[in-house]
């Protein structure tokens, strides 16, 4: 495997992500007045608009643009983003334009999208230059007709001075606002006074999405642009031995063909592109083109070694403890009667349905990138470094994105887009094909998790947790001498108050398939481990699970949920033969119950009537976007417990494409309502929380409906 | 002279049989250009062998929906049967089968007349004895209404044919096309016997 | 070169009889609003009406479509007001929304020759078309509203 000598990862703290985004709470509340850094401005913009904040640009004409700083890939920041700003500022969603950042953590903070924070770590800020702005406005309008402040009001992007009814729109105030002294502290609104924030209001990309109007990364086009598509080595690390471009070269279109490089954080990627006048083009002189590969030099595993391995781990280390409290060790050593169990997880694939493509446009001196990009920021990092271009010439561009669930955020397949436009001289987009972006990783790791525990008098006395998969952190130079963060994400944390004795350990596992954030990241795993060996537990100690939740998570948040799902499920009624099974996880600040209810199936096999999920969110913007986001985790949830899975043989994937990693589709999702816990607490993640209790609650379900404990995902609900 | 003459009487049956029952003593009894149970019964193990093989089976299924590939999985996504056997609304056959198979592994194969049995002559092999299979394919009232002249010119149907022309990864059916025709016209010709079981 | 109607327009390419359908709509005539998802027609993000069916353009081949009528779903109507449409909007059906171009088309199919689907029908029409957001829940509830709004248009 080939270092990437560029690229230094070592200092970097990628925890960000993953962890609880508190970096990005540090962003900047200033204004361009100030000296703010204003390096580029979106190219949307005329330099007659008064970029009042960096969210804030206001035409002369009254047109208000807000500048959405993350990505959007179905989640909703286009919409909720807005949502906030609108509410402070006082303008009407319907009359507001909106814009993509361009890549800029100096003005905008932290832009990576990912571990569910563009909400939670931006809202108060948000808030707060909102309402600033628009006090800037007031006080222009107020000086323009040199009457008191306190006489002015602002309205549908309009301040109107309350005596007289003078009405000027912000276009009229904007230029003169900016010159102004910026209020320290804003007033800002109670939640009570909230005209849009937590309204179901429709989303404003809806339209675009329901006429082919919006551009996604794949369908952005650039003057002057080629297509490629490269082969790259299905066992990831090899190296080009040789290439045969003849026939490819002969394809109608295509023009060149060549070898290329992607930088993998520490690792160098090979490849071999053919560029074309047309994305076919392309396509047919690679299935044209011969490539040898030299893929000797690491190791090639295969799915049944990789489990073995991790289960023999489990049994023969005790890892890196990542949690630790009373003596779990002692107590559970003089247990005659513990349960000691293997959960396993499998590798997944994100497959968005818009398969990975970049535009890249190498300018010699600056770089420009075009797609559908979840961390604009960790690709000018990398881009820079690997291609000696400043920081602040690798502007980035972020499109709509068909989906990310983590896979957006890496910074491969730019940087090989970057290497194909510096060899060709020109724009070119990387095409992946669906082909492509299911096998070639970096893929959710497959995880064991070995679970140790003991109850005295009906509650757990002790329970050890090891778990054993790659850390995604090692690939860009995590220590590995020690345990990070990010495998614990939502690891059992609401029960640590109750439970004397516990701990949970990280068992080093490295293997040469790329690994990286799925959606939920390792919540989405931890989750089924310990939901499902607490349900043990609570059989184990002759408790009904819901109860014994009860009894066992402490938190008022996780009290209110476990009611209110008691409440509309039914579960203290339900019929002998139905099967219900709950799930209770916590990621990303937000804390989410699932009961699933299940049916024997007449076609053989289990059913899913239906699931009920509860979310506690805290702070919240949009309980529609809330709502479709649980649901779309619950389907997501679905087909990584039971349709698909990840395999490997001798290093390369056994599956291609949609007829071998069959995701659900509409005939198999079962009906789902979803409750949000009115909350004023501080904010938490809505994209990925929803997902983790899934799993768990469906085989708890199963337990409960056969008596059959399923320990091992994916599972096929034809065959319970 | 007799073989012209009962040809022709079993042409007249099967014609006729759309409104008369005919009873399976008559048509196994007609048809034979030289009866002869032996070879039949031989001719029609070969060709229950070629039929119960996916590229025949897959489209002559039990239920509503088509199975696929040489395990015989139901389709994915589940297109429906309709009236015709084309499917319905936006899962019919042909907005995905193509007059001729689609390039590459995995990819859907193609015929013009790709299609299911329609729902009123659904001609299910699935799950079929040789027995019953055989008794089914001369039964007017269950084979689509053929006489012995349409069962013999089915051997030579496109759509039977492109079982030997599956696309890339697919199996072919266990003898050639040309085994197979010599192997179902013997058996119709020799007195279409039903094998015991 | 190939002549087809596309949205109403008269299209003349110079492209391969074998190319997929796919790439002329989005390369050669620009239309971008038809997606590429799999390229196997597997997930249903590439579905056009050829003569008014929704085939899966990633596998029809230009020879197949030669003088033929294909609506893309920037054609699918003028206002971005069909009634599948208007109920995606209303419900707010999409998330990432990448798919909803291929499920619109189907839907409209589906609306077309059954005014009034159950939700059996909506399987039955709908199972082809994947979404990786999960907006299945939402979809049927939107054709349910579809069918209603198109029954209203009516009277």
Redesign the interface.
């Known amino acids: 495997m080939t270092k990437n000598n560029n690229i230094d990862t070592t200092r970097r703290n990628f925890l960000k992500l993953t962890g609880l985004g508190g970096a990005a709470l540090c962003l900047g509340f200033y204004f361009p007045a100030e000296g703010a850094p204003i390096l580029v401005r979106p190219s949307e913009l005329s330099e007659s608009e008064i970029e009042l904040c960096p969210w804030i640009i206001i035409n002369p004409s009254g047109k208000i643009t807000i500048v959405n700083h993350r990505a959007?890939?179905?989640?909703?920041s286009y919409h909720s983003v807005p949502q906030i700003v609108a509410e402070e500022l006082e303008v009407d969603m319907n009359d507001i334009n909106v814009i993509f950042a361009i890549g800029n953590e100096k003005k905008y903070g932290g832009q990576v999208t990912g571990g569910s924070s563009t909400i939670r770590s931006s809202y108060k800020n948000l808030l707060k230059l909102s309402a600033a702005s628009r006090e800037l406005l007031i006080a222009a309008a107020a000086a323009k007709w040199n009457v008191p402040v306190v006489d002015c009001y602002a309205a549908s992007g309009h301040v109107i001075h309350k005596p007289s009814g003078k009405k000027a729109h912000y276009g009229e105030l904007a230029l003169a606002a900016s010159k102004l002294p910026v209020p320290k502290e804003p007033k800002l609104k109670k939640i009570s006074e909230y005209k849009l924030i937590r309204k179901p209001l429709?989303?404003i990309?809806?339209?675009?999405?329901?006429?082919?109007?919006?551009?996604?990364g794949?369908?952005k086009?650039i003057p002057g642009m080629l297509?490629a598509s490269v082969e790259r080595d299905p066992r990831y690390f090899g190296k080009v031995k040789s290439f045969d471009a003849t026939a490819a070269l002969k394809v109608?279109g295509v023009k060149k063909v060549f070898k290329v490089e992607m930088a993998y954080y520490e690792y160098i990627r090979e490849g071999v592109a053919v560029v074309a006048d047309?994305?076919?083009a392309a396509?047919e002189g690679r299935k044209a083109l011969k490539v040898e590969w030299d893929s000797s030099g690491f190791k090639h595993w295969s799915t049944p070694e990789i489990f073995k391995a991790q289960d023999d781990l489990l049994h023969s280390q005790e890892g890196m403890i990542l949690k630790t409290q009373g003596i779990p060790n002692e107590i559970l050593a003089q247990s005659t009667k513990k349960l000691d169990v293997v959960y396993q997880t499998p590798y997944q694939s994100h497959?968005?349905?818009?398969?990975i493509n970049c535009i890249a446009h190498f300018k010699g001196d600056s770089i420009e990138i075009w797609g559908p990009i979840q961390a604009p920021g960790w690709i000018q990092d990398d881009i820079s470094k690997q291609f000696k271009i400043d920081k602040e010439k690798v502007i980035v561009n972020m499109t709509?994105?068909?989906?990310?669930?983590g896979r957006k955020a890496m910074i491969d397949y730019p940087s090989e887009a970057v290497g194909v436009s510096k060899i060709i001289g020109g724009p070119v987009q990387v095409?992946w094909?669906?082909e492509d972006d299911a096998t070639l990783g970096p893929f959710r790791p497959g995880i064991s998790y070995r679970c140790e525990g003991m109850i005295t008098n009906g509650k757990i006395e002790a329970l050890k947790f090891r778990m054993a998969g790659q850390n995604n952190d090692h690939w860009r130079g995590g220590a590995k001498d020690k345990p990070n963060r990010s495998t614990s994400e939502g690891f059992l944390n609401p029960y640590y108050a109750s439970i004397k004795h516990l701990s949970i350990a990280d068992v080093l596992f490295e293997t040469t398939i790329p690994t990286s954030f799925w959606r939920s990241v390792y919540a989405s795993t931890n989750g089924f481990a310990y939901e499902s060996f607490i349900d043990e537990m609570a059989h184990e100690a002759g408790k009904d699970p819901l109860d014994f939740r009860r009894e066992h998570l402490q938190e008022e948040r996780c009290q209110k949920v476990i009611d209110k799902m008691e409440e509309v499920s039914g579960w203290k009624n339900r019929a002998k033969n139905e099967g219900y099974g709950v799930a209770i996880t916590e990621c990303f600040n937000s804390t989410v119950g699932h009961i699933v209810k299940v049916s024997k199936n007449p076609q053989g096999g289990v059913k899913i009537d239906k699931v009920w999920a509860v979310m506690d969110c805290g702070w919240y913007v949009n309980p529609?976007i809330i709502h479709?986001?649980v649901?779309?985790?619950?389907?997501?949830g679905l087909g990584a417990a039971t349709t698909h899975q990840i395999t490997f043989k001798d290093n390369v994937v056994e599956q291609h494409?949609?007829?071998d990693y069959p995701?659900?589709?509409?005939?198999e999702?079962p009906?789902?309502e979803v409750y949000i816990i009115d909350n004023e607490a501080d904010a938490g993640g809505v994209g990925e929380p929803g997902l983790p209790p899934l799993a768990p609650a469906l085989t708890n379900a199963i337990f409960d409906l056969t008596g059959k404990r399923i320990r091992k995902l994916p599972f096929s609900l034809a065959t319970v | 002279m007799i073989a012209v003459i009962l040809v022709s009487t079993i042409a007249l049956a099967f014609t006729v049989s759309i409104h008369h029952r005919i009873t399976e003593k008559e048509y196994i009894g007609i048809t034979p250009i030289k009866k002869d149970s032996a070879a039949s019964v031989a001719a029609f193990k070969q060709v229950y062998k070629v039929l119960m093989s996916p590229r025949c089976l897959n489209c002559h299924p039990k239920g509503d929906i088509p199975l696929q590939g040489d395990n015989n999985v139901v389709h994915?996504?589940?297109?429906?049967r309709g009236k015709d056997g084309k499917g319905?609304?936006?899962?019919?056959c042909?907005?995905?089968h193509?007059?001729e198979n689609?390039p590459?592994l995995?990819?859907?194969p193609g015929n013009p007349e790709w299609h299911l049995p329609p729902a009123d002559m659904k001609m299910v092999f699935e799950g079929k004895t040789a027995h019953e299979l055989a008794k089914q394919l001369v039964n007017p009232e269950l084979n689509g209404h053929k006489d012995l002249q349409k069962l013999i010119a089915h051997a030579d149907d496109g759509l039977v044919k492109a079982g030997w022309n599956p696309g890339k990864g697919r199996t072919v059916p266990p003898l050639t096309h040309a085994q197979f025709k010599k192997a179902w016209i013997t058996w119709l010709q020799t007195g279409a016997y039903a094998p015991a079981k | 070169m190939i002549q087809l109607t596309v949205n109403g327009k008269t299209e003349k390419l110079d492209v391969?009889p074998e190319?997929?359908l796919l790439?002329a709509i989005?390369?050669?005539i620009?239309?971008?609003?038809?997606?590429?998802?799999?390229?196997?027609?597997?997930?249903?993000?590439c579905?056009v009406h050829l003569d008014g069916?929704?085939?899966?353009s990633c596998?029809?081949?230009m020879s197949?479509a030669e003088g033929k009528n294909v609506v893309?779903?920037?054609g699918?109507?003028e206002n971005?007001d069909h009634p599948?449409?208007k109920a995606?909007?209303?419900i707010?059906?999409?998330?990432?929304?990448?798919?909803?171009?291929g499920q619109?088309?189907?839907?409209a199919?589906?609306l077309r020759?059954?005014p009034n689907p159950s939700d059996q029908?909506?399987?039955?029409?709908?199972?082809?078309?994947?979404?990786?957001?999960?907006?299945?829940?939402?979809?049927?509830k939107a054709i349910h509203l579809a069918s209603e709004m198109q029954e209203k248009s009516k009277t």
């Open positions: 959007e890939m179905g989640q909703g429709k989303r990309d809806t339209p675009f999405k329901t006429n082919g109007a919006l551009i996604f794949l369908d086009r297509f109608p047309s994305t076919w396509l497959v968005a349905m818009e398969p709509f994105l068909g989906g990310g669930f095409v094909t669906r529609d479709a986001q649901e779309g985790s619950i389907v997501m494409n949609f007829y995701l659900p589709r509409i005939n999702i009906m789902i | 994915s996504m589940q297109p429906k319905i609304y936006a899962m019919k042909a907005n995905c193509q007059a689609s590459g995995h990819t859907p | 391969s190319m997929p790439w989005r390369d050669t620009g239309l971008t609003g038809t997606k590429f998802g799999c390229g196997v027609a597997q997930c249903g993000a579905v069916e929704a085939v899966r596998v029809t081949k197949r893309t779903i920037e699918l109507s971005n599948a449409q995606w909007q209303e707010d059906v999409p998330q990432c929304g990448y798919c909803h171009s619109i088309m189907s839907a199919v589906l020759e059954n029908d909506i399987d039955n029409a709908m199972a082809g078309n994947i979404c990786r957001c999960g907006t299945y829940p939402r979809i049927r």
